[in-house]
């Protein structure tokens, strides 16, 4: 049997009638916060107060199952600020402590850079050759002379290994 072209048109038309029919409340409140319903779940009287939307009775003639529950999302927009926008409250709690002791000459500080950056790990960079104190420091993690020197959560790792690295990163 052969469906009509406008028969299988008609259906697709009533289906997604159907699903375009929900609403979606957006109000801002007092504090310029941002929420998302999909139904008004607050209303303001007259005198100003607000109060809780009722909902309709439900018609007992009526078989379809009861509506359901909605979930208020509020939104902070301070949320979406990056970390280093003066929100020192939003550090990751699991973020590492890395420092790389390097000079700007050393082909593998440059890779020790590049492997942290590649994971998305912040790092402190200290050029031994510029920063005496950072010399300073260096020498009293290890007697040698050599960078680069990775400290990842007060773990000390001479030269270059992502083995090491990463073995660090997981403690």
């Known amino acids: 049997m052969k469906v009509p072209g406008f028969f299988l048109a008609f259906l697709a038309l009533v289906l997604i009638s159907g ?81 790389i002791y390097e000079t700007s000459w050393c082909g593998y500080c440059k890779k020790a850079k590049k492997f942290f950056r590649s994971r998305g790990i912040k790092f402190k960079a200290y050029d031994i050759e510029k920063d005496t104190d950072a010399a300073r420091r260096m020498m009293a993690l290890t007697k040698r002379r050599a960078v680069p020197l990775v400290v990842i959560n007060g773990q000390t790792i001479q030269g270059y290994s992502k083995q090491a690295y990463e073995q660090a990163l997981r403690r």
């Open 19 to 99: 699903a375009s029919s929900a609403e979606i409340y957006k109000w801002v409140d007092e504090r310029g916060v941002v929420h998302f319903s999909d139904s008004p779940t607050q209303s303001v009287s007259e005198a100003g107060v607000k109060k809780k939307a009722s909902s309709p009775k439900p018609n007992p003639e009526d078989n379809s199952p009861p509506a359901a529950q909605t979930r208020t999302i509020t939104l902070d927009p301070d949320f979406f600020k990056p970390l280093d926008e003066g929100r020192p409250d939003r550090v990751s709690v699991n973020a590492p402590t890395v420092e």
